[in-house]
């Protein structure tokens, strides 16, 4: 039991073959790519699929093993030092305009996943020290109003119409990139000032979080361009979209066409398993600590990673999060796979027409 957290060694790859990628040149610059989104896709074609779950006296002491927590605040050096190797070698090295754009989706990928998918797990985290660092590794993605959005807004409203990281049926993934994009900033806004209003504080100062992340975040791209140029300011600024883009890809593909019911009260019904789709793809579960066991993170949003369970009554992904993403970015073939299994899940649960938001 004590050697478990090994496996979550996995997590560590994505930085490897980042640094590989920006290291190298040529194909190698493309190694984070090719690893991330073909070879795990491929391998999980092959590999079984793991629903199993801890026994409860492996649970408590998994709870318990401060290794675990460890594992994850390791990704924060690991991301500031890729974030300055990477800006380092854009401003002084010399490639061609093909290897930047592989270094570039590197720095990408390790802005999704060791930064937005790692200060996700964090975020939700009670202690300060664990909040700082999950708005630190969202600096870096420049994806800050996220842990207000997410916390107070997406685990709220999931699966509603009211929720815009919940994708429609129907709705394909560009569609829902530029209402996500766009609405999540202003939910988190309006979060944010319901929350001052209610302690009596200004919304036009510092007390307001939004307005000190974009100051942040402004201060960030200062230094970023005073230390190493325009050029790789704007380097970093689109690895920061892509790391932005693969999140909502993963929202999309997590919470596609599934829908609550609304009760008499007008209230939701409480998020229930089969209002996430679930992974049990045993490296996507390792690599990203364990996100793809998404309902059981929406049903109990405060378990930690290393005890996140299977459960039977969550609708299963055909394929791991790295291929359903790939699958995404082609809308008709999305809905050909996707469509059948959402309706076969809604006749199970169903909600009322006027409820499905549509």
């Known amino acids: 039991m004590r050697m478990r957290f090994l496996k979550y060694l996995a997590g560590y790859t994505i930085p490897v073959v980042v640094w590989v990628s920006i290291s190298q040149d040529g194909l190698w610059s493309f190694t984070a790519f090719a690893y991330a989104f073909v070879l795990i896709s491929i391998l999980e074609l092959f590999l079984p699929d793991d629903p199993s779950n801890l026994e409860a006296t492996e649970e408590e002491l998994a709870k318990k093993d401060r290794i675990y927590d460890w594992m994850l605040y390791l990704n924060v050096p690991i991301q500031f030092g890729l974030l300055w190797f990477f800006l380092d070698t854009v401003s002084t090295g010399t490639f061609t305009w093909w290897e930047l754009v592989g270094k570039v989706h590197a720095m990408g990928l390790s802005c999704g996943v060791t930064g937005i998918n790692v200060a996700h797990e964090l975020g939700h985290r009670v202690k300060p020290y664990e909040r700082v660092m999950a708005k630190l590794l969202l600096m870096s993605s420049l994806y800050m109003h996220f842990i207000i959005e997410h916390n107070r807004g997406h685990h709220k409203r999931v699966s509603t119409a009211e929720d815009p990281a919940s994708a429609r049926k129907g709705e394909g993934l560009y569609s829902f990139y530029g209402r996500t994009l766009i609405m999540s900033i202003g939910s988190a806004w309006q979060l944010e000032k319901k929350r001052l209003l209610h302690k009596g504080g200004k919304i036009w100062s510092l007390q307001n979080e939004m307005l000190r992340f974009f100051l942040f975040q402004c201060l960030f791209l200062v230094a970023i361009g005073w230390f190493f140029g325009l050029f790789a300011l704007g380097a970093y600024m689109l690895s920061a979209a892509i790391g932005m883009l693969l999140l909502e890809t993963i929202n999309y593909v997590e919470h596609y066409g599934l829908r609550r019911r609304k009760l008499d009260n007008g209230r939701y ?67 050909r796979v996707m469509d059948p299994r959402v309706e076969a899940v809604m006749a199970a649960h169903p909600v009322e027409p006027e409820n499905e938001g549509l």
């Open 269 to 335: 019904e409480r998020v229930m398993p089969w209002h996430s789709w679930n992974s049990n793809q045993y490296l996507g579960r390792i690599i990203l600590y364990e996100l793809t066991r998404h309902s059981d993170h929406h049903y109990l949003a405060s378990r930690e990673y290393q005890i996140l369970r299977h459960m039977d009554e969550a609708p299963q992904l055909p394929a791991g999060y790295p291929a359903m993403m790939l699958l995404a970015l082609l809308p008709p073939a999305w809905f």
